[in-house]
C-alpha cells in the first residue's frame, strides 16, 4: 500500500459553502471555490496536492524509473510507418530515438503499377525523401506540444498543418509550399484541429469554437490572399457539434452536424469552393446518418449509414441530387439492419465499399465489391483470433487494388496489412516491433462474461501470462469506460506487458454504455439507466474474483474521463471491491457541470446523461449515483486521480473537488492522491517520452497499492 509521508501533510482545502438549490433540493458545495483558476488560492492548493503526491509516493522512483526503461527497452525508438501511396508519393512518419515527436515525410512513387510500399530503412537516409513537417522544430520551446491538422493539397504542393502548444484544444493553421519549403503568410488562430482542402488548392475550410469550446462555425480561407475569411455557415443549436471534410472520392466537400442523436449533412462540389453548400437530408430528432460518395453503375451516389427503422444502422444508397431528401423511403438497401450487428462506419472506393461492424463485441471489417452491374455481396475478413480489434485506416487513394487494414489483440502487436480483394489475401506489411524477446506464446486472452445484477451478461476481455497461478492470488487491473457508445477492444499495449511480467491480470469490462454489443447496450447505459454502468462494473470485479484470476485486496480499477465517473461511482458503491482506483481526468462533479449550459459541452451530452435542469427526476437520478454528492463517511480504497490544469473537457476542478470531499468525508487510512499536469490537456502530458514516465508513474502506484513485486 503507498506510503504517507508526515513530513507534507494531505492538504485539507478551506470550505467555502455555497448552496446549490434545483427542484427544491438544496446542495451544499463546500469546494466549488475551487474553479476559480485565477484565485492564487486554488493553484496554491494544487500545488500542495502535487507536493503531498511527491512525497507519499517518492518510495516509488527506483521502481518508476524501473518500468521506463522496460518500456524503453521494448521500443523500437528509431522506427518507420508503413508508407501510404497518394498521388505521385509515398507518405509515411518516423521516429528517432531520443526525439518526442514523429517526423512527417515523404518519397516518390518509382513504379506507378507497383502498389507495394518501399522497403525503407528507419536509422539510414532515404534517396529522394523531403521532410514534411518536423514536429520536434515546432515543439521547441513549448511544454506541450500536439498535432492538428496534417492535410496535403491535391496536386501535392501544398501543406496545411495545425498546432496546440497550451492543450487546450484550439490550433493554429498555416501552410507551406513543399516545392520551396517556404512557409506562407497565411497564419489562422483560434482553429480546431483539423483543416480541408478545396480541390484546386485555393481554399482551406476549418472550424471554430464557441466559449464552451463546441465547434460551431465553419468558414472559408484563400490561401495566399489576404482577404478575410468567409463564415460558411454557423450551428446556432447548442447541442451540435459541426465539423467539415472530403468525401474519400475527394469530389464533395461535406459539413456534418451532430448531436449525440441527430445528424445533418451538407455537400458542394470540392471543385467550386465558393459555392453554397446544399443539405442531403434534413435533420430529424433522432435520426442518425453518415455519408460517404459512390459511383454506382456509372450514377453519383451517396452511401449513406442511418438508423431510422433500424436501430444498429442499415446501409443503403441515395442518388445524389440538388434538393435535400424528404426522407429515404426511395433508398436502396445495400446490408439491412440487424439484431445482433451493428454497423459503424464506411469506407467507399472506386470499385469496393468496406463496411466496419460490430458483432460478438469484435470489431471486424467486410468487403462489397462495386462494379457495373452494382453492389456485390459483404465478404468478412478473417484475422484468425479469439479476440481481436480491426480497423480500416491509410487509404489515400480512390482506387487502389489493395486496401489497407489494421489489426492487433491483446497478445498480437498492432500490425497494418494490405487486403487484397480480388484473392481475399491479407499481405503483412509491418507488425509493431517488441524488442527484448517477447514472445506471444508465453501469454493467454479470454474471452469470459460476468452476470449483473438483473441478470445481463457482460463481456470480459481478459489477458495474463499463461503461468499466471487462477487460485486468487494474482493482482489485477480491470479497466472500464461505458459512456458514449465507446468500445474499449482488446489492443496490444508494450506498456501493459510491465504488469503481465509481474504476475498481473488485466481485464477489460465491456459494461453498457458502451457499444460492444450494439446500439440497446448503450441505450442501458444512458440517461434514466446509467446506473447499469457502474453494476455492471463492479458485477465484473466480482466475476474475476469467483473465477479465481484475482482477489479483491489484489484488484485495483482504472477508467479515465467518463470512465474516471465510473471509478468515483464505483468507489461509492463497492469500495470493499477494490484494492485501489485510478481515476484519470475523470468526470466525477458530474452534475454540477450538466447543470449549468455555460460549461464547455454541457448542452451537448444532455442527451447522453438527461437535463437535471430541467427535468426533476433526471436530476434526482443523476444525484443519486454522482460521485462529488455521494462521498460517505466509510472507509474507501486507495484512491489516485490524475487531472490537468488546461484540460477543456473534464476541468480540473471536478477531481479536485472531489479528493478535497474524500479527504474531510472518508474514513480509513488509506491514501486519497491527487496530481494536476500543470501544462497538459485533456490528453495528459505530450511528447513519446513524456508519455512514458507518465504512465510509468502510474504503473508504479498500481503494483505498489496491492502489494505485488516490483
Known sequence: MTATDPTVPAPIAERRPVTRTHH??????????????????????????????????AHLEPLRQQIFDEIKSRTLETDLSVPTRHGAWWYYARTLEGQQYAIRCRCAVTDPDDWTPPTLTADSAIPGEEVLLDSNVEAEGHEFFSLGAFSVSDDENFLAWSVDTQGDERYTIRVKDLRTGEVLADEITGASGGATWSADGTHLFYTTVDDAWRPFRVWRHAVGSGADDVLVHEETDERYFVGVGRTHSEKYLVIGMSSKITSEYRVLEADDPEGEFRVVLPRRDGVEYSLEHAVVGGEDRFVVLHNEGALNFELVTVPVQDEPLADLSGCTVVIPGSDTTRLEDVDVFARHIVLSYRRDALARIGVLPLGPDGIGALEEVDFGEELFTSGVGGNAEWDPPLIRVGVGSFVTP????????????????????????????????????????????????????????????????????????????????????????????????????????????????KTLSKKNTFTDFVAAARHLVDEGWTSSDRLVAEGGSAGGLLMGAVAN?????????????????????????????TVIEWDEWGNPLDDPEVYAYMKSYTPYENVGAHDYPAILAVTSLNDTRVMYVEPAKWVARLRATATGDAPILLKTEMHAGHGGVSGRYASWKERAWELAWIIDTVGAKA
Request: charged letters at 25%; one cysteine or more.
Open 24 to 57: 427544491g433540493d438544496a446542495f451544499v458545495d463546500d469546494y466549488e471555490w475551487l474553479r476559480d483558476k485565477d484565485d492564487p488560492a486554488t493553484l496554491a492548493y494544487l500545488e500542495a496536492e502535487n507536493a503531498h503526491t511527491d512525497a507519499a509516493t
Open 414 to 525: 498492432s500490425s497494418v496489412l494490405d487486403y487484397d480483394p480480388s484473392t481475399k489475401e491479407l499481405i503483412l506489411r509491418k507488425q509493431a516491433p517488441v524488442l527484448g524477446g517477447y514472445d506471444s506464446d508465453e501469454y493467454e486472452q479470454h474471452r469470459s462474461w460476468a452476470v449483473a445484477d438483473d441478470g445481463t451478461r457482460v463481456p470480459v476481455s481478459i489477458v495474463c501470462r499463461k503461468d499466471t497461478p487462477r487460485d486468487g492470488t494474482a493482482p489485477a487491473l480491470i479497466y472500464g469506460y461505458g459512456s458514449y457508445e465507446a468500445s474499449m477492444d482488446p489492443g496490444f499495449s508494450v506498456m501493459r506487458l510491465s504488469l503481465l511480467d509481474r504476475g498481473f491480470v488485466f481485464a477489460i469490462a465491456h459494461v453498457r454504455g458502451g457499444g460492444e454489443l450494439g446500439r440497446h447496450w448503450y441505450d442501458d447505459g
Open 573 to 601: 458503491l463497492a469500495p470493499e471491491a477494490f484494492a485501489g482506483i485510478v481515476a484519470a481526468v475523470p468526470f466525477v462533479d458530474a452534475l454540477t457541470t450538466i447543470l449549468d449550459p455555460s460549461l464547455p459541452l
